[in-house]
């Protein structure tokens, strides 16, 4: 399939899914997001992606959804036909690791899918908002749920209810953000990032992101049940003989996937 909204490059094993519409700040219409659907399905099943990066450009990682598409919607529309649910949670599902690199504005449903990214590294430049109070509606896609999560009732409470933009620097401090680079090393220090964790066992990763996503879902003592048994079905994959005799035989570790 040929894209229109975004671009989509494999750079060894690491996919990078850019976000191409810069005549409205890469703003997602629902074209985009069947494009995002469509990319992330071709790296889940490519067996040769081990990671995935989603980015925008300098000035927007995204505006949000976009807002001249909605405008004219009636409350039938929306509910008829579930209005972009059929395309938006693609991210959220995936079983490889997604990192989104945000430069510039992340506002609205950017940052919305920026949360369901399993973790956000910054440019110094980036801004993030839930600006959605200020045209007359609220967050549609897990902003008033995820960034509760992140950053804790009050600070969520008060960025939902005021839509102003947060810096790279505050979103750190607040749990958004997991690091932060000046703007023009964001894309090179992700780079690596996914890259070494392209390096490592494919099935252990899988293993770390489902672990980690049960503890927004259940019970502390669940939770750590459910860590035990992945940790002991790690040891019937031939990547955690792999490992632990690299660490003996002091040599790198060359892992398969099995
Ligand atoms: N939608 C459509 N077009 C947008 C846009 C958006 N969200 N944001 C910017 N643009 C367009 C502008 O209209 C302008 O187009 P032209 O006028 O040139 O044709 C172009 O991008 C450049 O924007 P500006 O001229 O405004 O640029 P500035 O640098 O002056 O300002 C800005 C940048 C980001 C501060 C400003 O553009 C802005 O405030 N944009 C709107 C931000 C916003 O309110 N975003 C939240 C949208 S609501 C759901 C899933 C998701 C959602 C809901 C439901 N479900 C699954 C159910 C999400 C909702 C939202 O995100």
């Not at 505006?63 to 938006?88: C, L, P, Q, Y």
């Not at 959605?132 to 960034?147: K, M, N, S």
Request: one cysteine or more; proline letters at 2%; aromatic letters at 8%.
């Amino acid at each position: 399939m040929s894209f229109e909204n975004i671009i989509v490059e494999k750079k060894g094993a690491v996919a990078v899914l850019t976000f191409n519409r810069p005549q409205a700040l890469n703003a997602f219409c629902g074209a985009l997001m069947d494009e995002v659907t469509q990319a992330i399905d071709d790296f889940e099943s490519d067996d040769t992606v081990k990671v995935i990066v989603i980015t925008g450009s300098e000035k927007a990682f995204a505006a949000g959804a976009d807002i001249k598409e909605m405008a004219a919607k009636t409350f039938v529309d929306v509910f008829k036909e579930d209005f972009i649910t059929r395309n938006w949670e693609r991210v959220a599902r995936c079983r490889k690791p997604v990192i989104a690199a945000v430069a510039g504005y992340c506002l609205g449903g950017g940052n919305e899918l920026a949360m369901m990214c399993d973790f956000i590294l910054a440019a110094d430049t980036a801004k993030f908002s839930q600006p959605e109070i200020t045209i007359g509606t609220l967050p549609g896609a897990g902003g008033t749920q995820r960034l509760t999560r992140l950053v804790g009732k009050s600070k969520a409470m008060e960025l939902c209810l005021t839509g102003r933009m947060m810096d790279a620097k505050e979103a750190e401090c607040a749990g958004l953000v997991a690091r932060i680079f000046p703007a023009a090393e964001l894309m090179a220090e992700t780079m690596k990032i996914a890259e070494q964790i392209a390096s490592f066992s494919p099935l252990a990763v899988m293993m770390v992101k489902e672990s980690i996503n049960r503890a927004y879902e259940t019970t502390l003592a669940e939770g750590l049940r459910f860590e035990r048994r992945l940790f002991h079905a790690s040891f019937a994959t031939e990547d955690q003989k792999e490992g632990m005799q690299a660490f003996t035989g002091k040599r790198k570790a060359s892992f398969k996937g099995k």
